[in-house]
């Protein structure tokens, strides 16, 4: 399954992130809880719609945690679902896989919790490429309630392009690196994030 080759090393990810069936609830403190009054800061998603929706689903009852909220492993995990699906659109799916015995994986990752989702609620995606190289890419996720119109949560990838057999990083092929060409002179119109490269610290007035 594609979605295990997709994601990275670190044990989160490896139990949450990849194509994972069993899954025990986290019982870890959300971080989104801390982003409730945060709502006007960041607005709805007015400005932010053209970018393309890349993932859709709702919360599940089992992603919840004591908190009565999206626990924030499963932020991750949905993220990891819009990954996939924003790899399948550029061609580097199971196919690309098979035929090359090339994938990615991912090597940092900085999420940012801005607000709280709860049981049931619909959920989407949308992905905006930053940047590539013959062996790298990198790439930003939105997360937004659908109903409501806000964003609540984002997260900046970096993964670097791997030979299977080699176990080490190998140039893209002609044509997946073509795509990503136009992918990305399509994505220079939109703005960049404000979340992209921020460092994690308490920030004192």
């Not at 940047?131 to 890419?137: F, I, T």
């Not at 490269?197 to 004192?204: A, D």
Request: glycine share 6%; net charge neutral; hydrophobic share 30%.
């Amino acid at each position: 399954m594609k979605r295990n080759a997709t994601i990275g090393c670190s044990p989160t990810q490896a139990s949450v992130g990849g194509g994972c069936r069993q899954r025990d609830r986290i019982r870890a403190c959300n971080a989104a809880s801390c982003g409730t009054n945060r709502l006007e800061e960041h607005g709805p998603i007015v400005t932010r719609r053209e970018i393309p929706e890349t993932w859709r689903e709702h919360v599940r009852s089992e992603w919840c945690d004591y908190n009565n909220h999206l626990n924030l492993a499963y932020y991750v995990l949905i993220f990891d679902h819009a990954t996939d699906a924003f790899y399948d659109s550029l061609g580097l799916d199971r196919s690309y896989r098979e035929a090359t015995n090339c994938s990615t994986f991912a090597v940092e990752s900085h999420t940012v919790y801005l607000a709280e989702l709860l049981d049931g609620d619909e959920v989407f995606c949308t992905t905006q490429l930053l940047d590539y190289d013959e062996r790298r890419l990198h790439y930003f996720h939105r997360l937004y309630h659908s109903e409501k119109r806000y964003l609540s949560a984002t997260t900046e990838l970096l993964a670097v392009h791997v030979d299977l057999g080699l176990r080490k990083t190998a140039p893209m092929a002609p044509g997946l690196l073509e795509r990503l060409s136009r992918e990305l002179e399509d994505h220079r119109r939109f703005p960049r994030p404000d979340q992209q490269g921020q460092v994690i610290g308490i920030r004192r007035k």
